[in-house]
């Protein structure tokens, strides 16, 4: 009797414990929300009266649209670079006999444990010596080399994952590696490409602290907008942004759940 | 990719030269070499900033996991599937988030009329608004919030590969839920607490953006230290020898992690 109730009360505190935990969570997004609707430009909580002038200083300020236009340039192209660098590496890392390719593996991913501040500064001294220094070059750079692990994760799943009898199949029916990596590899991809693109779009979108080392003011991504806007002004101007990239972010997961579960992507299913 | 890693490796050994360079003020050009900014590092003000993250690494971490463990058990654990995905999405929310709009959900939370201050005046719990803003108590507080995602992520991940029989076994045999908790189930989930401590401690090492904003200058950890002495002196030699000084001890950090994620792992075979 008395274990009984005391597995209840142990079981009550949990959850009370997890729904605290969320809250903490959850809170800080669901400000900015209610922060971005705020009448006075002082921050403070709960607003005072509500209105949209911050979304519609947004839409005025040149310097978001830029960031908003390069943040979209320089994702799009970065995570192209870095599938199809990716692509390469990963089929080389895992069939390949290519000497040393260990270490270029442990170098890739090796950003995803590098302070973004070193890389930034080492990328912006080779800028300086190559003449680069702010432009676009050297920005996509950036951010491919701070995505190109997780698509190079992603893809190197899906590669374990897949059945190699079958391209052995197409090759003994006569296709050409061309054909057998275009109608039987590609294909079976797919799961690790679409998880891949989505995981480098995130990344790039909110790269910061490479990003700040490398851009001038005409390649300013949006991350590095907002920063330099919170150090000049108050206003939730940037709560008004933020609730776009927490829209942004939740179609994302709404995304990747309709791709195959997120629990599958984390692989987090159950065993035993 | 080998010529992406190729560049890579270019930049950080470019770090590593400059670091042996002479400043001269007011120029990007470099003077003799020199090992002048290494004796510049023994510094208070510098072995300050070292100590000052290590705290903060110290605290987040340590929080972080005694948050993260009980919410990565029910999210693994919980027999409601609609308890699994809320607590999956609500996780995973904040996590796809970038540190620039976080940290800023934070400058919002931590101000003196922020909801954090209005909250615990209201509920009466302190009279006057305590200052958190440019504070360390407001960066490890906002780390925290921030390094949770990924650490329940890599605790629920160890958690999910537990062979169930194990403890059904020691049920079996009469052991009680705590008891069966602190010999089996705990032990078994150490490499994915262990991976997700090591991944946790080495990002709040690496956060930038959080202390910048929320410490407004007047929490001086290592990133902003090299920060303030590229972009805000132009001092690059000196700059490149905090940032090897820096990737120096990350990476004995990370070693010694490897080393400890190692031994236990051997334990938990055993």
Partial sequence: MIARLFRHWGRNTIALLVILILLFLSIPSLVIVVSSFNASPVLDFPPRGLALRWYLNLAERPDFRLGFINTLVVGGISTLIALSAGMGGAIAIFRGSLPGRQVIHAMALSTLVLPGVLIGVGLLMLASKAGGVGGFTVVIIAHVLMVLPFVLRSLLVSLENIDENLEKAAMIFGASPLKKFYYVTLPMLKPGIGAGILFALVTSVNEFAVSLFVVARSTQTLPVVLFNYTMAYVDPTIAAVSTLYILATILVVLLMQRLGGMAQILRLEERG | ?270
């Fill in chain 2, 1 to 270: 990719m080998v010529l992406l890693v190729a560049i890579l490796c270019a930049g950080l050994f470019l770090l590593f030269q400059y670091s042996f360079t002479s400043y001269i003020p007011g120029s990007l050009r470099v003077g003799a070499l020199t090992l002048a900014n290494y004796q510049r590092i023994i510094d208070p003000l510098y072995l300050g900033a070292v100590w000052e993250t290590m705290v903060i690494c110290f605290w987040v971490t340590t929080v972080t996991l005694v948050l993260a463990y009980p919410l990565a058990y029910v999210l693994v654990r919980s027999s409601s599937s609609v308890v699994r995905s809320t607590i999956l999405v609500l996780t995973i929310l904040p996590f796809f988030l970038g540190v620039v709009v976080r940290s800023y959900a934070w400058m919002l939370m931590l101000g003196n009329r922020g909801f954090l201050n209005r909250l615990l005046i209201s509920i009466g719990l302190i009279e006057t608004p305590i200052q958190l803003l440019f504070r360390r108590a407001g960066v490890i507080l906002a780390l925290i919030q921030i390094s949770l995602p990924i650490m329940v992520i890599l605790i629920a991940t160890g958690l999910s590969h537990i062979d169930r029989r194990l403890e059904r076994t020691a049920q079996t045999l009469g052991a009680s839920p705590i008891k069966v908790f602190r010999h089996v189930t705990w032990p078994l989930s150490l490499p994915g607490v262990i991976a997700g401590s090591i991944v946790v401690f080495g990002w709040s090492l690496s956060a930038f953006a959080t202390p910048l904003m929320i410490g407004g200058g007047r929490v001086y950890v290592m990133t902003v230290m090299i920060y303030d002495q590229i972009l805000g002196s132009g001092n690059y030699p000196f700059g490149a020898a905090l940032g090897v000084f820096v990737l120096v001890i990350d990476l004995a950090l990370l070693g010694v992690g490897q080393g400890i994620a190692k031994v236990i792992g051997r334990r938990v075979r055993q």
